[in-house]
């Protein structure tokens, strides 16, 4: 079963849209972000040139400032399917959020004990109408009233994107909207200055998720440096395989429920190894602490298929312990890689006052504090979206398709009517920045993830292009 839920708000009714699926959602509010750049359909002054999205060919013209008045009358809509979330929102130019609904593949991901890309395609197929359609109507809109359609178009499982393209695409080309590309990893980073007034480039950010390590120095719009990245498995997808090993609950996925767990352990009882202690670069790797994990549970004799709930009081004490134990190591690992990457970014760019986090993890509360503390200690100000906004949702890809809009990057509407057989642009494996040569790593895994060139690399090619 698939549930449908808004996450900002708990406090709002529940109905039902059809058999099988129940919904929550709302209309949301924030304040008005003091930074902003010009809208492009206010713009007098257009180009063609070549931009990354969909389509081949956009309009393009240039922002006066950071600082100029966001025009509030662009509405956008943000769809969101790279991996197990189907997600749509509705965000105004000025930063207001107008509705978000997402539907949770939690189910699944119990059942299956991590994200099945077929299955977790065949329920993107099975809501992303309602979803999308839910979104536009607790925004009081119809598709008529929208200036873009924004949708992700990697990183993410090919299976999963197709199926948020193909509704945007359907959406934009019946009713004649502009439509913007949008990378994932961008958008977890760029929401953040949708929710901090004060958050200008250049800033610092990681971005941490299930499939994701990333330390990027973020120059303006478009423009990143990768300081960091996985070499082998993410975080996120450490906890979730520490989450099944220990026998939790997966329906909230692996993170949460191993934080909570940890809160009745002793973090310094498993002797857990640092991974990458003795690299001096900023990448990370957790399929070795994974392995440290797996071990410690095998000789605890922990069987994961008695569930927590069940276990014997010595039992969950032991569980409790590697949970908190992992914790401990696998953001310690976090910590020692952001402490070099903040000095690293300030040598490029030492008027830097932020460090986002955001994705996923950034959710965990341990996170958070133990991050707070590196970057108070460097002079800088941690900036974390509220937990709803550090998952994968819809208003993330609404606001950064609104941040590329108004400087002219987006796509002309697709035609009313596509062959099936066409062919849609998804970037499974999209680079955001590129590598800082301090911290590029010769690891196997990120050579072949080079399948698309990083996003960076494309604007910079298209902003030459325009120029000569």
């Not at 950071?66 to 956008?76: G, I, K, Q």
């Not at 395989?241 to 767990?261: F, H, I, N, Q, Y």
Request: hydrophobic letters at 40%; a neutral charge; charged letters at 20%.
């Amino acid at each position: 079963m698939v549930r449908l839920f808004l996450t900002l708000s708990p406090a709002i009714p529940r109905f039902n849209l059809f058999p099988g699926i129940s919904i929550l959602a709302t209309k949301l509010r924030t304040k008005t972000p003091a930074f902003s750049l010009i809208s492009p359909s206010s713009s007098p002054n257009f180009q063609r040139t070549r931009f990354y999205s969909i389509g081949t060919r956009i309009y393009y013209s240039l922002p006066n400032s950071e600082n100029s008045n966001f025009d509030d009358t662009l509405v956008v809509l943000g769809i969101e399917t790279s991996c197990d979330d189907t997600a749509a929102a509705v965000v105004r130019g000025n930063g207001e959020i107008l509705s978000q609904v997402i539907s949770s593949q939690a189910e699944l991901l119990a059942q299956y004990g991590g994200v099945a890309p077929k299955q977790a395609e065949e329920a993107h197929s099975q809501v992303i109408d309602k979803v999308v359609q839910d979104a536009l109507d607790r925004a009081s809109l119809t598709e008529k009233d929208l200036s873009a359609v924004a949708v992700t178009i990697g990183p993410g499982l090919s299976l999963c994107l197709r199926v948020g393209v193909r509704k945007a695409r359907s959406v934009a080309g019946n009713f004649s909207l502009p439509i913007v590309g949008v990378h994932h990893m961008e958008a977890h980073a760029l929401v953040a200055r949708l929710v901090e007034q004060e958050l200008s480039f250049p800033f610092m950010a990681l971005l941490i998720s299930g499939g994701h390590n990333l330390l990027v120095l973020a120059h303006k719009l478009g423009q990143y440096t990768q300081l960091g990245t996985t070499v082998d498995d993410a975080i996120g997808e450490a906890f979730d395989k520490t989450a099944k090993w220990l026998g939790l609950d997966m329906r909230r996925s692996g993170g949460p429920a191993v934080e909570e767990l940890a809160l009745e352990g002793d973090a310094k009882s498993v002797k857990f190894n640092v991974p990458m202690k003795y690299h001096k670069d900023c990448n990370f790797s957790y399929a070795g602490l994974k392995t440290q994990v797996r071990l410690a549970i095998e000789a605890k004799e922990i069987d994961a298929k008695c569930p927590v709930s069940s276990a014997t009081n010595e039992d969950r004490r032991n569980r409790a312990d590697i949970a908190a134990s992992f914790q401990r190591v696998a953001v310690l690992h976090l910590e020692e890689k952001c402490e070099r990457a903040i000095d690293w970014a300030l040598e490029l760019e030492p008027s830097i006052k932020h460090m986002v986090v955001s994705g996923g993890v950034a959710s965990n509360k341990y996170v958070r504090l133990r991050l707070n503390n590196i970057v108070e200690n460097k002079n800088l100000k941690l900036v974390c979206p509220p937990p709803s906004l550090c998952t994968d949702n819809g208003v993330m890809v609404a606001w950064t398709g609104l941040e590329h809009f108004r400087v002219g990057r987006y796509d002309p509407p697709p035609p009313a009517t596509e062959p099936d057989d066409f062919v849609y642009d998804l970037r499974p494996r999209w680079p955001l920045g590129e590598e800082y040569a301090k911290g590029r790593s010769k690891a196997r895994s990120m050579r072949t993830a080079r399948i698309h060139p990083s996003l960076t690399s494309i604007i910079r090619a298209d902003s030459l292009q325009q120029q000569t």
